[in-house]
């Protein structure tokens, strides 16, 4: 059954017909009809970490809002809170003892920036840029537009930005050919210490560990964060990781940025942290950042309506412990590693370039030529081929594109619930199979 949207609501697509969601359980999706569907993408983009329907989350929302949702704040501090704040700085790196919580990624990534802008100003630095990657999505506010680097979001509203600092993104299989991976990877290091040179105004970098939706899982290169890490400390600049997707156990550890040192100052969380149950983001920062705003005696300037409210917190308990109690991390190591491996089988089909990422956060790169990395004829957008042909084969997957020139290229993100089984990951092995090997017929 089609819907048609309602013309009341500001609409994202005039054209297209939705079909009505009804319910989720575990990782499954049903629609209107009684259709099953894997949530392969993690409800577009790697939200869904415990599952649909849990009884465990679901419960926790309806008595915490029964007892108490928000409170007075200015006169008020919350237990659900104290608590909550609690567990995540323990499931957080060594150093990170502090944390703040909003209502998802943009905000968390926007008060990240204020929070490092405001420590560096404490300091006596008046520096007002903020550095990250071309080709890396960190929200939806004008500000956090400004800063991401995806053209395609970005590029409507660029008269409204004050232009902060890019430098190239980090994509191992898209090298150029002639550059050994080290070569590659001096000379991401060597930009970036120019504009680094060239830019004494900037107080932070922010990056994704492995970049999501924009570049489908690109892990960077063996010691990228490390050289970038040593650069920050040496010029005082912030490093803030968004784990609003890698986060909370989807690359198989507890935070994206474990895969390769503890080299972060403040940490964006997002998705995951929630599963979707309640809208919830965090900020979690090192020491050293806290104790300058406490030295300074000046409180942290941000805040809204829904900061730190109990009903979030105790949601995001809920959700925590689920995740510590059922292994969740390991699972996503072990599940991904397996689901990764019969991916790679996928390279059979001419059309499948790459294979990669961690976890259950997983990247598929469609190229016309395996040996050239061709891209496929843009107009023919592969990337929505795919994803329609897995629709048919019940499996729920977000096709993207952007990886070559940020417009040009088709991949795909997967990013299933951290609960899902081997058996469930042949399902989508043998499914994403069939929708790509049609795919590559169709445009053959
Ligand atoms: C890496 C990353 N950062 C930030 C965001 C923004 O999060 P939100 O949509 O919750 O505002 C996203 C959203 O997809 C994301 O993928």
């Known amino acids: 059954m089609q819907h048609i949207i309602n013309s009341q609501l500001i609409c994202a697509d005039y054209e297209k017909n939705y079909p009505l969601i009804d319910h989720g359980k575990g990782v499954y999706l049903y629609d209107k009809e009684g259709r099953e569907y894997i949530d392969v993408s993690g409800c577009t983009a790697a939200v869904t970490h415990v599952g649909h329907g849990v009884e465990e989350v679901s419960k926790v929302l309806y008595d915490q809002s029964k007892k108490l949702a928000v409170h007075p704040t200015h006169l ?9 704040l609690k567990n995540i700085c323990d499931f957080a790196p060594a150093g990170f003892n502090h944390a703040w919580t909003i209502c998802g990624g943009t905000e968390a990534v926007e008060n990240a920036i204020k929070l490092a802008y405001q420590y560096q100003k404490t300091k006596g630095l008046n520096r007002t840029k903020v550095l990250a990657r071309w080709g890396s999505y960190h929200g939806n506010s004008l500000t956090v537009l400004d800063v991401g680097g995806l053209k395609a979001r970005r590029s409507y509203y660029t008269d409204l930005m ?6 190239s993104h980090c994509l191992p299989y898209r090298k150029p050919e002639d550059q050994t991976l080290k070569e590659y990877e001096d000379s991401l290091i060597n930009e970036f210490q120019k504009e680094i040179d060239n830019n004494s105004e900037i107080f932070c970098f922010l990056a994704e560990p492995f970049v999501g939706a924009a570049l489908g899982a690109a892990g960077p290169t063996e010691n990228y964060f490390k050289r970038i890490s040593e650069i ?29 040192g503890n080299y972060a100052d403040i940490l964006c969380c997002a998705k995951g942290i929630n599963s ?6 965090a900020v979690i920062a090192k020491d050293n950042i806290y104790n300058t705003l406490k030295d300074s005696s000046r409180p942290f300037y941000s805040g809204q309506t829904y900061s730190c409210i109990p009903l979030a917190a105790a949601v995001g308990n809920a959700n925590l412990e689920y995740i510590k109690n059922h292994s969740l991390v390991e699972n996503s190591k072990n599940v991904g590693q397996y689901l990764k491996s019969k991916l790679e089988l996928l390279k059979e089909i001419p059309c499948v370039g790459d294979i990669r990422g961690e976890g259950l956060f997983l990247g598929i790169e469609f190229v016309s030529n395996q040996k050239t990395k061709a891209v496929i004829e843009p107009s023919l957008i592969f990337n929505k081929i795919v994803e329609r042909n897995a629709f048919k084969e019940g499996l729920i997957t977000y096709g993207c594109r952007g990886t070559v020139e940020y417009s040009k290229g088709d991949h795909m993100l997967l990013a299933p619930p951290l609960i ?5 990951a042949d399902k989508i092995y043998l499914g994403l199979k069939s929708a790509i090997t049609q795919g590559y017929k169709e445009i053959s």
């Open 76 to 84: 008020f501090y919350n237990e659900e809170l104290e608590n909550y």
């Open 162 to 167: 004050v232009g902060h600092n890019h430098v």
């Open 232 to 260: 920050c400390i040496k010029h005082d600049i912030v490093l803030i990781s968004d784990e609003v997707m890698t986060g909370f156990g989807r690359t198989g550890l507890k935070f994206g940025m474990d895969h390769f």
């Open 420 to 424: 899902l089984t081997s058996e469930e």
């Open 276 to 281: 979707g149950y309640f809208p919830l983001g």
